[in-house]
């Protein structure tokens, strides 16, 4: 585990304990077994969705990209703004709000799931 990834759990200690998990060069960062960061080319980024994004685009912030055949593929993890290493108590804010993107995207994928497949417009 790099000295960074360690220290997440430093900064995140606010927000509960987590845990890391090694993925293609890079680290997903978890709470209560959903992935709210991604630790990746030497940046730390949280999950986004159509609530905290804007957040992340008055600081602007850079989504997660990476190549893929060829082509520029984007996450929806965007780029932490360098402060939140800095103060434990914002790092937990921005993770929360991280968290919940996480929570919404999980239950969106759930409800899908129930559905049958001829109702999954």
Do not use: C
């Amino acid at each position: 585990m790099s000295d960074f990834v360690e220290f997440l759990h430093e900064v995140f200690a606010d927000l509960g304990p987590i845990t890391t998990r090694r993925m293609f060069g890079a680290h997903g960062i978890y709470h209560q077994g959903l992935m709210f960061g991604l630790y990746a080319q030497d940046r730390l980024y949280f999950k986004t969705d159509a609530d905290n994004l804007p957040q992340f685009e008055a600081l602007s912030s850079q989504p997660f990209t990476f190549m893929q055949r060829g082509k520029a593929v984007k996450l929806s993890y965007w780029s932490a703004p360098d402060f939140v290493l800095d103060d434990r108590e914002k790092a937990a804010q921005w993770a929360q709000s991280a968290l919940e993107a996480a929570m919404r995207s999980q239950e969106a994928k759930d409800r899908l799931a129930t559905k049958p497949p001829w109702r999954r417009n």
